[in-house]
């Protein structure tokens, strides 16, 4: 499944923009988009509505598909050892820690089973 993407959005309004010697204020009055508001799409701060993005492919000569890309499971760069971030390492080892007592509850209850 494809999910869009604010950086490759932010890119591509920037650039193509940039490309035809374009402000945000004249983007703006021919998109009806506010200056601010293509600043901040600009800056990955906002996502335009369905609305608004086809006035920006119009003007800016793309397709909405440029701004799509695949969906990356969450839990991939979580497993890639040096890759991973410290949050994302304090997540597995906190995931891990709770998959530990898990386990030790389980096994208590089956040996409190036994003896019963």
Sequence with gaps: MKKMSQKLLADIVRNRREQKG?????????????RVMIG???KE???P??????QLCEKLDFEVTD???ERKPMYYSAFRG????????RGIDYLLKMMMV???QLLLRKMIE???
């Design 22 to 34: 374009m402000t945000q204020e004249q983007l703006g009055e021919q998109t009806g988009i506010n």
């Design 102 to 104: 898990s386990k030790q």
């Design 67 to 69: 701004v799509l890309e």
């Design 49 to 54: 509505s369905l609305g608004q993005l086809e």
């Design 114 to 116: 036994k003896d019963v």
């Design 40 to 42: 901040k799409i600009e």
């Design 45 to 47: 701060s906002y996502i």
């Design 82 to 89: 040096e890759n991973s971030t410290d949050t994302d390492q």
